[in-house]
Each structure stands twice: as structure tokens, then as C-alpha cells.
């Protein structure tokens, strides 16, 4: 059980462009679910707290314009990436919190978006 | 503010110990240990929730001490699929917060 599906797993695209990523609970209710980005050899930096009905919640530094958050569901989060450029190339993982699992947030399985 | 993970880097021959430390300037709720292979998301591996809790899973386990705001996780006789980047994350408070993940701790575990 617990498991937390990303789509795409890799995308690559223009600058300027705009990448959705969907983030899904697929096997129970996540009505939080968080965003983060790892560039490469560093770790997770959290990018947003998903909360399904309500606005997200960006971390300082982040633009929720550039980075826009939807929660419309309690099994889907999804995050658009607008007017994409290179240095937003990174990897790309949501997390989910489920309703009753103590706590643990269980990982997509990430999101590797390449911008030319 | 970001755990201090230690050491930030260690490799290991099959069937040797090593122990992972994640300390915190500022008090704990919880503390969520993850191995991360290269080009893939997190796995997780346990989550220590009290003051000098101890948990296990298979051959590795990890304790926590609140007063001292830190966690060691412990690996014991490590297999090669052991080898990965590990990562503590804490909570800054209880409910729903999200994690504060450390830089991580390399472990390469060869034959």
C-alpha cells in the first residue's frame, strides 16, 4: 500500500514553455501533499505544502506564479512549472501524507525535467 | 534550518557496520530516515516519533534522542543493495509540516 505515482517521469522542453506534473495517492487519501525539487548531488528543497481545497503554501524564494500548485482532490496534486527555463531543470518529487499512516510521507517516484 | 548529516560520505566493504548521524540545532518532533539510489525518489525507511525511541528494520535501525536533537541510524553487516544516499528528515512541528531533509550521507558498499 502507500503508493504515490508522478506523471511524467521525464520531460523535455523548450524555454518558455509550460510542464504539468501530476502527483497521485493512488492506493488512499492524501490531503496534503508536499513539493519538492533536487538538483543533482543535493538534496530535497522543499518547494510547497499541497493542501487539497485550499491555496498552497510556497516555501521563501519560491515564485507561486512561476510555480503553480493544484490540489483538486484528496488523490491528486499537480504542479505547472510556466515559462520554463533551463535553470529550472532539476528533478521534481511530490510526497503525500496520508490520512491515518502515521505521519510517513511516501515519495513519488520523481519527475526529471530537462529544459533546452 | 537544515540537519547536520555525518559523515557526508563513507564506503564500505559487504558485511561491515557504519552508522549515520543527523543532529538539529532546534528541537525535534520526529525524525524520517530515506535511502535514495541514483535517479530514483526516496524510499522510506522508518520514522522514530519519542525521545530515545530505537526502531529496526531487517539490519538496519536508527535511535533518537530528543534531548540531544539527533538520530543515528545504524547499519549492520551491509549488503551491497545498502549502498545509496541516505537522508534524515525532521519535522518542525507535529501534524502536517513537511520534512527538512539533511545534504544526505553517501554510502557505497562494495564486494
Known amino acids: 500500500g502507500a503508493v504515490v505515482s508522478q506523471h511524467p517521469s521525464r520531460v523535455i522542453c523548450k524555454s518558455g514553455t509550460s510542464v504539468k506534473i501530476e502527483c497521485r495517492s493512488l492506493?488512499?487519501?492524501?490531503?496534503?501533499m508536499f513539493w519538492y525539487r533536487q538538483f543533482p548531488k543535493q538534496s530535497l528543497m522543499l518547494m510547497a505544502t499541497s493542501n487539497e481545497g485550499s491555496k498552497a503554501t510556497y516555501e521563501q524564494g519560491v515564485e507561486k506564479d512561476k510555480f503553480l500548485i493544484n490540489h483538486a482532490s484528496l488523490t491528486l496534486s499537480t504542479l505547472t512549472v510556466t515559462s520554463a527555463h533551463p535553470e529550472d531543470s532539476s528533478f521534481y518529487i511530490c510526497?503525500?501524507?496520508?490520512?491515518?499512516?502515521?505521519?510517513?510521507?511516501?515519495f513519488g517516484p520523481g519527475t526529471r525535467l530537462t529544459v533546452l | 534550518q537544515q540537519p547536520v548529516q555525518s559523515p557526508q560520505a563513507v564506503i564500505l566493504r559487504e558485511g561491515e557496520d557504519a552508522v549515520i548521524n543527523c543532529s538539529s540545532s532546534k528541537a525535534l518532533y520526529s525524525v524520517h530516515w530515506y535511502r535514495q539510489k541514483h535517479g530514483e525518489a526516496p524510499v522510506f525507511l522508518m520514522i522514530?516519533?519519542?525521545?530515545?525511541e530505537q526502531k529496526g528494520h531487517d539490519k538496519i535501525s536508527a535511535s533518537f534522542n530528543e534531548k540531544k536533537q539527533q538520530s543515528s541510524l545504524y547499519l549492520t553487516a551491509s549488503q551491497l543493495s545498502y549502498s545509496g544516499t541516505y537522508f534524515c528528515?525532521?519535522?518542525?512541528?507535529?501534524?502536517?509540516?513537511?520534512?527538512?531533509f539533511g545534504k544526505g550521507t553517501r554510502l557505497s558498499v562494495i564486494a
Open positions: 492506493d488512499f487519501q492524501a490531503t496534503t
Open positions: 528528515g525532521t519535522e518542525r512541528g507535529s501534524g502536517n509540516t513537511p520534512l527538512v
Open positions: 522514530l516519533l519519542k525521545g530515545g
Open positions: 510526497s503525500a501524507l496520508g490520512l491515518g499512516l502515521s505521519d510517513t510521507q511516501y
